[in-house]
């Protein structure tokens, strides 16, 4: 298995040192962003994005870059989205970049404690509380399969602080709220329905998540925090959802998201090989299947991180065509919001990767 990996790995470094060194002799990154050139599929993207949204029952978010050339194109992507699991890419970028500097190995070991638990999806859950799980696993489940257990031991490891500070380092621009734990999201979501929300724990959002509709949630948060229906702010689950969005965590700018990806891409953000060790894990990424990649096509890779939340969902990443030097790689970057239904939202991320295809961001 770590063969193969390795082998992966080393696939991928190949790819991306053309590009490394063809972005040493590009612009500085201050000088493409005032450059802002607009590509010359703009115009046909442009199109099929309203069309898209015309026929949705809620918004998309959409930014797309040329890597190379820096023209862009973006569609509310100037505006505050709330990210998701996109979070977790900042933490792998922090982790990555502490192996790089010999401070810790991906073999080192985390002990799993009673309090990293969080609802979601990973196998980090099924571990008994004591097990020591090794940083590799905890990483590749967290960007694989967008584990929250595997997540916050990470954030635990590294602390938060840390984190945020590599996420503002990779988008100079700003644009990019403060990050939490991916408990702490759950906290203060249910907050607004009363503040003593935020005495809950990973294990009580576990039991949350087994209710199957929201008005038995609801029932439940009331019965466990002793709550008459009088002493809730809001009187729904989805309104409090709508306030935590109003809010700047774990949210920002779609291009300012990108930014952070581009420095991943061009070698800025790590040096070549934990660069091409992250983006074969992000290659591995099994979460998001029915997103981008479904509407890019099976000719193009995708190396990326899926988010979903109440109303929101998102995918973003890098996305190469051909190998080696006639290689074209774009910077995608695709959020939406407004519909309950997650089949939709995926139907709708699938549909803006066919748009992007078809308005010819991968022509040369």
Not at 216 to 221: D, H, I, V
Not at 250 to 273: C, T, V
Request: proline content about 3%.
């Amino acid at each position: 298995m770590k063969g193969r990996w390795v082998t992966q790995a080393l696939l991928l470094l190949a790819m991306v040192l053309p590009s490394m060194a063809m972005a040493m002799a590009q612009p500085s990154w201050a000088e493409q962003v005032d450059a802002r050139l607009e590509p010359v599929w703009a115009e046909r993207l442009e199109a099929r994005l309203a069309l898209l949204e015309a026929g949705y029952a809620g918004e998309i978010g959409v930014h797309v870059r040329e890597l190379g050339s820096g023209a862009r194109l973006g569609w509310r992507d100037d505006e505050y989205w709330y990210l998701a699991s996109l979070v977790k890419l900042p933490v792998a970028i922090e982790l990555m970049a502490r192996v790089e500097a010999g401070e810790i190995s991906l073999q080192d070991r985390l002990t799993l404690q009673r309090s990293d638990y969080v609802d979601g999806a990973g196998s980090t859950n099924w571990a008994s509380p004591g097990s020591a799980l090794p940083l590799r696993q905890l990483l590749e489940s967290m960007m694989i399969v967008s584990d929250n257990t595997a997540s916050d031991m990470l954030i635990r490891h590294l602390g938060l602080e840390s984190v945020n500070y590599r996420a503002r380092h990779l988008s100079p621009g700003g644009g990019l709220g403060p990050i939490t734990t991916l408990v702490d999201v759950r906290r203060h979501a249910y907050a607004n329905l009363h503040p003593s929300a935020f005495t809950l724990g990973g294990m009580d959002f576990i039991e949350l998540r087994k209710r199957q509709s929201d008005a038995a949630r609801l029932t439940w948060l009331r019965q466990r925090l002793g709550l008459t229906p009088q002493q809730l702010q809001v009187p729904s689950i989805d309104q409090a959802f709508q306030l935590y969005y109003a809010t700047d965590l774990n949210a920002g700018r779609l291009d300012a998201f990108a930014d952070m990806l581009e420095a991943l891409a061009e070698g800025r953000a790590l040096g070549m090989q934990a660069t091409a060790e992250l983006l074969a894990i992000m290659a591995r990424t099994t979460s998001g299947e029915r997103r981008l990649k479904a509407g890019l096509g099976r000719d193009i890779r995708l190396a990326h991180k899926t988010g979903t939340q109440h109303r929101r969902g998102c995918d973003a990443g890098i996305a190469t065509h051909g190998y080696g030097d006639d290689a074209r790689r774009v910077v995608i970057v695709a959020c939406v919001r407004g519909e309950l239904d997650l089949a939709r939202n995926e139907q709708i991320l699938a549909a803006v990767g066919r748009a992007i295809r078809e308005a010819g961001a991968f022509e040369y």
